[in-house]
T-cell receptor
Framework: GAVVSQHPSWVICKSGTSVKIECRSL??????MFWYRQFPKQSLMLMAT?????????EQGVEKDKFLINHASLTLSTLTVTSAHPEDSSFYIC????????????FGDGTRLSIL | GQSLEQPSEVTAVEGAIVQINCTYQ??????LSWYQQHDGGAPTFLSY????GLEETGRFSSFLSRSDSYGYLLLQELQMKDSASYFC???????????FGAGTRLFVKA
């Protein structure tokens, strides 16, 4: 079945560091990828939607200069948290969807980001 | 605005049947999905309904009524491993964006 690989699983770094998270669809072409943020015991908050080869569409309140998203190929999207601060600490999850509005989203295992 | 409502918690015993309801109010609708998430893990896709009616996949079934903006997830023969959070999610028109409900925490007791 469809597999989405997200790397790294855990990141602990100092305030001011930029962190890149990768999301890969291993056995299908992901025409659309989504990036979510989740706080403990809360729901998934959509941050942005990216279509291959296009600029990402950010949700209201999400700083595009803070969270840089690149979706350069049909199998890879990256999220870079620039100049991360403690308030950026969270669980970040990507999901990927192949072409077709009724195709399911498949999620990566998530990245737990801790900024000291 | 867009909103999905589902109960915050449900408790049941092993072997029982549980129904988790979801009502939605969204600007567009393309389908209703259900996801399972264990603590510390990522969501796992369970089911998707684009049309009215019941979809069955093993012990899990999902139902949709578009006229009522309502759906539910039915879990049968509950097992301890079913203890998790369950999210309903609506895919908007065009299928390019999914809005998640707040989630229902299911506790299965022995």
């Amino acid at each position: 079945g469809a597999v989405v690989s997200q790397h790294p699983s855990w990141v602990i770094c100092k305030s001011g560091t930029s962190v890149k998270i990768e999301c890969r669809s291993l056995d299908f072409q992901a025409t659309t990828m989504f990036w979510y943020r989740q706080f403990p015991k809360q729901s998934l908050m959509l941050m942005a939607t990216s279509n291959e080869g296009s600029k990402a569409t950010y949700e209201q309140g999400v700083e595009k200069d803070k969270f840089l998203i690149n979706h350069a190929s049909l199998t890879l999207s990256t999220l870079t948290v620039t100049s991360a601060h403690p308030e950026d600490s969270s669980f970040y999850i990507c999901s990927a969807q192949s072409r077709g509005a009724h195709q399911p989203q498949h999620f990566g295992d998530g990245t737990r980001l801790s900024i000291l | 605005g867009q909103s999905l409502e589902q109960p915050s918690e449900v408790t049941a015993v092993e072997g029982a049947i549980v129904q988790i309801n979801c009502t939605y109010q969204t600007s567009g609708f393309y389908g209703l999905s259900w996801y399972q998430q264990h603590d510390g893990g990522a969501p796992t896709f369970l089911s998707y309904n684009a049309l009215d009616g019941l979809e069955e996949t093993g012990r899990f079934s999902s139902f949709l009524s578009r006229s009522d903006s309502y759906g539910y997830l039915l879990l049968q023969e509950l097992q301890m491993k079913d203890s998790a959070s369950y999210f309903c999610a609506v895919r908007d028109t065009g299928g390019f964006k999914t809005i998640f409900g707040a989630g229902t925490r299911l506790f299965v007791k022995a």
